[in-house]
């Protein structure tokens, strides 16, 4: 499967964005999906995941409340919806996809797409 994220951009703290990680080949909808981010000079960190049919989520606790996975099936894209953002959240967002379960794991994912910027100014 190939991966290719956007929406990306920067927003004003307490604002809003919606990250898109759109999955090509025919067997996309069996893949767990995982967002990851990384902030400069720091290790790539798990946001949120969530399983091939959507029926399961996970977030790490700092943005529980404010993030929320989802994913469109019919569409192979999975979205990243992220509200009342904060200038530590500012990283380069990745997601990562795998076959079968979703993990916390950056390990565990074979498939990433390339990076989208988001930048959240105080």
């Known amino acids: 499967v190939q991966l290719q994220a956007s929406g990306g951009g920067l927003v004003q703290a307490g604002g809003s964005l919606r990250l898109s990680c759109a999955a090509s080949?025919?067997?996309?909808?069996?893949?767990?999906i995982g967002w990851f981010r990384q902030a400069p000079g720091k290790g790539r960190e798990f946001v949120a995941a969530i399983n091939p049919t959507g029926s399961n989520t996970w977030y790490r606790d700092s943005v529980k409340g404010r993030f929320t996975i989802s994913r469109d099936n019919g569409k192979n894209t999975v979205y990243l919806q992220m509200n009342s953002l904060l200038p530590e959240d500012t990283a380069v967002y990745y997601c990562a996809g795998r076959q079968g379960g979703y993990t916390l794991r950056v390990n565990d994912y074979a498939y990433w797409g390339q990076g989208t910027l988001v930048t959240v100014s105080s």
């Open positions: 080949g025919r067997t996309a909808s069996s893949y767990a």
